[in-house]
């Protein structure tokens, strides 16, 4: 299975591809797509969405996990964000794909084990887990997290719906 | 020439189309986008990305206005509006639309030409300026605002075009 992850933001939108067999994880690519601030917003937004969609053909994933967010420093920088966001769930929702939420609190759980583990703790682990030469930049770091945060979660589901059916029989 | 406005929001998304002629405004149609609040976040974005690609298709606008929003209320109702906002956005520039934003100051003091009015107060002036039989749903009635508010300022801007033609002689 091919995941693609995204974290969203007005001024970079981090992205990761890795695809899970059987219990491996395999890192495929990851980038960054940058906004100009001085371009304005609608045209910021078609950059983003017309990046990811890109990226979305290219690479042809299965699904998009993005992490979900509860809370901003304040309403202007979470109206921002808000806007990116937006966007990148329309790019996997418009391409006909499945398009999965996680917190931090589980992205963080997935990568480090520990819900509270710290910026760097996930970076590093996220290197690890999907042996990259070195740390990847920091969205796209972040966005292989989440990535590496639904493969982990569809696999737990996939060994839960065997546990269910077997019972069932 | 041929404006969409909107009115963004998670839960309901209002438009309308006013035709500019000479001075004179007509309505043409306007209405609402209701989301189902037990969807998922990305369905719903894609509803509201549907619905107003279809105005789009249906009524052929020339502008796009949507209103700026500098606050909310709080931070997690800020990150809901700039979803359905981005969303919007995206909307009227992937159709290939000039997106135009106005503050809610621009849209006051171009439908009932000051800046503080009331909500009830625009909705009258909106319902006038347009002849419609009554006042539209809230949202819609909004969206008609912003929509007028671009009528007026790109009449003001091609008068303000012509003088300096005028002047450049």
């Keep these: 299975m091919r995941i693609l992850g995204i974290d969203p933001g007005s001024r970079i939108t981090g992205y990761g591809i890795i695809e899970k067999q059987g219990n491996r994880l395999r890192h495929i690519d990851n980038g960054a797509i940058f906004t100009r601030s001085d371009d304005d917003l609608a045209a910021r937004l078609k950059i983003i969405y017309d990046g990811l969609s890109r990226v979305i053909i290219d690479y042809a994933p299965q699904a998009v996990a993005v992490e979900q967010i509860f809370v901003a420093k ?8 808000g806007h990116a966001r937006g966007t990148a769930l329309l790019a996997g929702v418009n391409a006909g794909l499945p398009v999965f939420e ?7 759980s997935a990568v480090v084990g520990y819900g509270r583990a710290s910026k760097a703790q996930v970076q590093q682990m996220v290197r690890t887990l999907v042996s990259l030469p070195e740390i990847a930049q920091e969205d796209a770091s972040d966005a292989l997290a989440v990535a590496i945060c639904h493969a982990h979660s569809a696999g737990l589901n996939h060994r839960l719906e065997q546990a269910l059916a077997k019972q069932g029989r």
């Design 102 to 108: 996680y917190s931090a609190l589980q992205v963080k």
């Design 74 to 81: 304040n309403a202007l920088s979470a109206l921002k964000l």
